[in-house]
């Protein structure tokens, strides 16, 4: 299976984006779906997962602000941004774990 990312863009601090990860195939086999993300000049960090039974998890940066969310009848992996800080700027890519990632999109957030 193939991930592709799309939904980014530039935005103003406080506003929101949706992005999708569309899947060349079925995601429902995989367990666990995630979204990364790489700013420049620092390590690429663990946003947002989900398990194919609706457990997410959020690095505590994005909680109360990020949501995550499956369709596995659409083979896609959302991620709501709101409140968007400019320090959410980054590429953002999404992995089926534990061996399949996405290329990026990116999201820049101007103050």
């Known amino acids: 299976v193939q991930l592709q990312a799309s939904g980014g863009g530039l935005v103003q601090a406080g506003g929101s984006l949706k992005l999708s990860c569309a899947a060349s195939g079925s995601i429902a086999r995989f367990n666990v779906m995630a979204w990364y993300r790489q700013a420049p000049g620092k390590q690429r960090e663990s946003v947002a997962q989900i398990s194919s039974s609706g457990i997410t998890n959020y690095v505590a940066s994005v909680k109360g602000r990020f949501s995550i969310s499956r369709d596995n009848a659409k083979n896609t992996v959302y991620l709501q941004m709101n409140s968007l800080k400019p320090e959410d700027t980054a590429v953002y890519s999404c992995?089926?774990?534990?061996?399949?990632w996405g290329q990026g999109t990116q999201v820049t957030v101007s103050s």
């Open positions: 992995r089926a774990y534990p061996t399949v």
